[in-house]
Nanobody, 119 residues
Framework: QVQLVESGGGLVQPGGSLRLSCAAS????????MGWYRQAPGKQRELVAA???????NVKDSVKGRFTISRDNAKNTVYLQMNSLKPEDTAVYYC?????????????WGQGTRVTVSS
């Protein structure tokens, strides 16, 4: 099993910044994609940003130019730098790790870290 430990959430004013971190440990064999999802109250969980082992990224349109995803493969850690935060960014943010082995996909999820953007 893979354990994901998230940190960096909190309360921030509109226009502020936060940096989320997620460190993976445990049964790691080959991490393919690391990413961040979010779920706002009453809404479905949605992909915010993801990054492959080679560094290719997929970023939600509404956060492009404000959020940056990066990863440190040596530390099995993924980061989400969030700038110019807006109230609509308020949500619980979840780290996701995808591993592939023998044609099978293994998903792991963090416990979530709350981000609140409010004045």
């Amino acid at each position: 099993q893979v354990q994901l430990v998230e940190s960096g959430g909190g309360l921030v004013q509109p226009g502020g910044s936060l940096r989320l971190s997620c460190a993976a440990s445990g049964s790691i064999f080959s991490i393919n994609v690391m990413g961040w999802y979010r779920q706002a109250p009453g809404k479905q969980r949605e992909l915010v940003a993801a990054i492959s082992s080679g560094g290719s990224t997929n970023v939600k349109d509404s956060v492009k130019g404000r959020f940056t995803i990066s990863r440190d493969n040596a530390k099995n850690t993924v980061y989400l730098q969030m700038n110019s935060l807006k109230p609509e960014d308020t949500a619980v943010y979840y780290c996701n790790v995808i591993q592939l082995r023998s044609g099978l996909r293994y998903d792991s999820w963090g416990q979530g870290t709350r981000v609140t953007v409010s004045s």
